[in-house]
């Protein structure tokens, strides 16, 4: 959502000192990883609405030192792993923000439905059409063909 390593740092830094202030007021979560998302996804929304976003430019701490510690493959490989990962940040940067943030909460943090609606005051119904939405939305960006769905035989 955000870019370079140095916002993503900044947010989880701002993200982490709001989820502290929450802690020591007493809130108590029952799913303490998917709250600290919520909250990072609320901040990274207001660093990008306050504008606080750098250009987009590819600093030396961006540029991996070691790719795997230990798996060896081939150059072809290697090229065509980055191009299809790339492919695919690309494809979810550009998913509408309500279906991304629907996504990334599915996805990376591991969130149900009900939590994800209830984290961004929607109807359960809605969060599960956005991710249908994005789901087909990659699917057509990255080439992977759709299943057809099957009428049961009468």
């Not at 991710?131 to 990255?142: E, I, N, P, T």
Request: proline share 6%; hydrophobic share 45%.
């Amino acid at each position: 959502m955000l870019g370079t390593r140095a916002d993503v740092a900044e947010v989880v830094h701002d993200a982490l000192a709001k989820a502290w202030e929450a802690q020591s007021r007493g809130v108590c979560p029952r799913d303490l990883l998917g709250w600290l998302f919520v909250i990072a996804l609320n901040v990274a929304r207001d660093h990008r609405r306050r504008g606080l976003r750098r250009a987009c430019t590819l600093s030396l701490e961006d540029i991996p030192l070691v790719d795997h510690p230990v798996t060896l493959k081939s150059p072809t490989a290697a090229l065509e792993q980055d191009e299809t990962l790339g492919a695919a940040r690309a494809a979810i940067h550009a998913l509408p923000e309500a279906e991304r943030e629907v996504f990334l909460l599915r996805t990376s943090a591991e969130l149900t439905f009900a939590a994800i609606a209830q984290a961004l005051e929607i109807p359960v119904g809605t969060a599960k059409t956005r991710m249908r939405s994005a789901l087909r939305k990659l699917r057509a960006a990255l080439g992977v063909p759709t299943t057809p769905t099957r009428r049961p035989r009468s």
